[in-house]
């Protein structure tokens, strides 16, 4: 377990748990682009390819929704590890 100390902050840097949250939003991000891809195949054999295009753009707008959590907590390591 390694702490990083700044001025006001310190970080705790706890790789195995950090390794299982970053399993567990890969499997997320994987499993909703299989279920977009499933669904736009559909639909755009359908015919429907307006609607294909928009569950297509939905489901990167969900992912990078579950995203930005992630992006922020590495965001405020960087800036905590080099003192910004």
Known sequence: MRVYRNHNTSVVDKRKENAVLDI???????????LVSAAAQI???????EQSMLVTIAGIIVVLIM????????FELVCSVFGF
Request: proline share 0%.
């Open 67 to 74: 995203l930005v959590g992630e992006i922020e907590k590495l």
């Open 24 to 34: 567990g939003i890969i499997l997320k991000v994987a499993g909703v682009g299989i």
């Open 43 to 49: 639909l755009s054999k359908s015919g429907r390819d």
